[in-house]
Structures are given as C-alpha cells and as structure tokens.
C-alpha cells in the first residue's frame, strides 16, 4: 500500500499527464476526471482518494465494494466498472451509484426494474465492445442502439454515457482506433435517439493521453496511483 505522500506525488503526475493531454487537444482539462480505481486494495486506498480530495473510486467487484463502503465516508462515490452478473444486480443497486458496465438489453431491463421497486434511480454507462476484443466484456458496435433503447425505457435508470476498454496490445494505434470507436458510437447514438451522452469513460494508466484525445471524459487509473495491485 502506498503512503499518503506517495499518493499525492503519483496523483499529482497523473492529473499531470492529463492536462497535458488536454493541452494538446484543444480541451479543457476541467472535462476530464480522473477515477481512481481502488479493486483489490484496502479500504485506506479510497480513503488516500477521497483524502486527496476526489469524491468517487471505480471497483470491479460487488461484494469487496460493499464491505469498502460501510467503512468509507459517506459522500464518497461508488462506481462499478468491472463486469456485472444478472443474478448480482440488485446487491450492484446497494452497493455503487453508478454502474459503468451495463453491457446488455437484458441486464439493463433487470437493473431498471430492481433500482424502480427499491426506489432508487441510477446513472449508468453502457459498455461497448469498441475495440472488438473477445477477451473483453460489452456489447457489439452493431447493438449499441438496442442497448441503449433498453436503458431509455428504464425510468429508474439515468443513462450518462458509454464505456470501453482498449484491447491489450502494444500498438498503440489499436487503442486509439478503441476510443475513436467509441466516440463515433456515442455521437451518432445521440443524434439518432435525440438524448445527450455527455460520459466518455474510456483510457487507464498506459493509455490515458490516446483517451483524452478521442474525447474520454473519465479516465480509470489504477496501477499509475495505487502501484501494482495484489494478488485478487
């Protein structure tokens, strides 16, 4: 675990690389947020986080996300990123204010109709396959309308945006062509559907420039902020 210095210093290089980023794209870094991904550390790591000033963490998991909250302030923000299974779903509802990892009609319908009968409302992302890689989670390009009409029709759900993630590879090109992706996606949902999608969470710690660039939003670092993390 690293200490608060550390921390400071390795959040402070990352915000860094962000608004250089920004810089070379034209953008304000203001639109880009930095979500520090905290899976499979202890509890201290988004308690570091929210230290520093940052009011949301990104986790992989249900339950270790559940058990982190109980010990964590209360204005801290929960974010699911990780792959979600039906059968979870409601506990997912308890446990995080956001779901970035909505990948399917069936699921989004499942969420809607479990976060209506709790009386919750929660903002979600949609997960696109964009980089078209069979080793990750999120829907096909091709399905991305059907998705996203099934989130719509969900009047418990706030549809916010759409999530990616760069297959592995280093060819950088392949991110970027990821990302570009994924921005495409969104723009032409949006005008298709007349609804904004303002959230692009897309980029991590090895390619998070490729991401700012093509547009992301919220970019997920880990291992950049946190050093490499334990054994799961």
């Known amino acids: 675990m690293v200490t608060s210095d550390q921390f400071k ?43 520093f000033g940052l009011r949301a963490v990104g986790e ?71 980089g078209d890689d069979p080793a990750k989670f999120g829907c096909d390009l091709a399905d991305a309308p059907r998705l996203l009409e099934a989130a719509l029709a969900q009047p418990a759900l706030v549809v916010q945006g759409l999530m990616a993630i760069a297959p592995l590879s280093d060819d950088p090109a392949v991110a970027d062509r990821t990302f570009a992706e994924l921005r495409l996606c969104r723009d032409t949902l949006a005008a298709r559907f007349g609804v904004a999608l303002p959230e692009l969470s897309m980029g991590m710690s090895g390619d998070l420039e490729s991401a700012v660039a093509a547009g992301s939003t919220c970019v997920r670092v880990g291992s950049a902020l946190f050093g490499s993390r334990p054994s799961a």
Request: a positive charge.
């Open 9 to 51: 210093a390795h959040c402070e290089g990352v915000l860094a690389r962000i608004r250089e980023a920004c810089v070379r794209s034209g953008r304000d870094p203001a639109s880009v947020r930095l979500l520090p991904v905290t899976k499979t550390h202890p509890v201290e790591a988004a308690l570091l986080a929210y230290g």
């Open 60 to 130: 992989n998991r249900v339950q270790e996300a559940a058990q982190k909250r109980l010990l964590a302030p209360a204005d801290l923000r929960w974010e699911l990123i990780g792959h979600l299974q039906s059968n979870k779903a409601k506990h997912a509802l308890q446990a995080f204010d956001v779901i970035q990892s909505v990948d399917s009609p069936e699921l989004a319908t499942r969420l809607g109709r479990l976060a209506g009968e709790m009386g919750l409302r929660r903002e979600v992302l949609l997960q696109v396959n964009s």
